[in-house]
């Protein structure tokens, strides 16, 4: 019979697995660049969830390039701020990207330029030749190259961006986008679009090494965040149903709480969010129907079992494989419900109690184990590409 848990026990589990699973993102580098104005710093800053250009001048790389970073965050962001398109300056700042491309190159895959944004303001409505050399260049470099057409009030295709489209630039997409709303008079407000899919196409381009920090650093696309996670739940379902494969002594239960509470560490980590004694706490007593106990670890099994409509009590005291799957499978899909309900409301400013997170996941989860439904919620249907989003 292995040793319960108690709930400072399990608190400290969870901690430690969270600090692995941080280990364990890796790290990704995005170079933006542009001319200046065009909204590479604004740009940034919506997408990265630290406010990463914001927070300062950044690091001198070398000259025309800057480096922002934070303590503890798997992203750096290299800009080149201040970028005139005249020849001169232009010639300095190509040599020592493409200088910077290769520095890199030499270190571990961890350290390597993964993707370029270049960025082109919509409104300039035409792509200058030494831009356009520049991107071919790039293109030896073998560093995907995103072209971002930033500050895109319309999102129906413009003449500009199907010309764009036409000239077979080597890159790998253009996406048009609007960071930051914008006002165009007291009635009309273009809404921020397309960040979303610059977020989906990076990652689509992204190596392996570079994709988890991505996924966790980035607030534009939560859905991403969702998928990333659901591919982990799956993993720690099936470790779930070998556990339980020979049926768990039901005062096993605790190590089954173990796969549990991993699989919750890295969700959080993939949603970018901190370790927060006070949030899990809840969570756990929630989940185990009671606060402030001892023998937490089996607690929360029995309440989860109890939770699900026909599984009934234990059969002859042992949990099957296939009840372990199904406790593992809804916590998982209920807990990435609520830190997607949580991000957004975070995103939009819109206060959510920990009392209603914490019911959202007991109903979640009770909904998901008495269903059976094995797939996220979708999130409301996109509105028709053409549609202008102006209100
Ligand atoms: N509303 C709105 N304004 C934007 C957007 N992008 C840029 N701007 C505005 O355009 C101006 C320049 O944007 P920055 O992000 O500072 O441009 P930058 O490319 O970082 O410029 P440098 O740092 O000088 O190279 C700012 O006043 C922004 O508010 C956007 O998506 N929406
Ligand atoms: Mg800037």
Redesign the pocket.
Known sequence: MSDDFSLDDLLNKSYDAFKEAETNVGQCNVL?I?????????????VFRQRL?ETGVGRPVTHGIRQYTKPNCPIAVY?????ELNAEQIKVIRLNVAKLIEDQRLLHPKEHIHVIWY?INHGANRIEAVEENWLKEMQIMDVPVILVL??TASKKPSEFFKKLEHMNLPVSQIIP???????IDEDYT?K?HGLDRLVDATFQLLPEVAQKAFVKEQIANIALKADMAFKYVTAYVASSAIVGATPVPFADAPILVTVQTAMIANITVIFGLPFDKGFISAMLSAISGAGGITAVGRNIVTNLIKMIPGAGTLVGGAISGATAATLTLALGLAYIEVLKTYMKAQINGEPLSLSQLTKMLVDLYKDYASSGRKTLHEDKPKPPPNQIDIE
Do not use: Y
């Not at 542009?34 to 919506?46: A, D, P, R, W």
């Open positions: 933006v542009g001319k200046t104005g065009v909204g590479k710093s604004t740009l940034i800053n919506c250009a800009d080149t701020p201040g970028l960025c930033t500050q986008v609007m960071a930051e709303p914008e006002e273009v921020a």
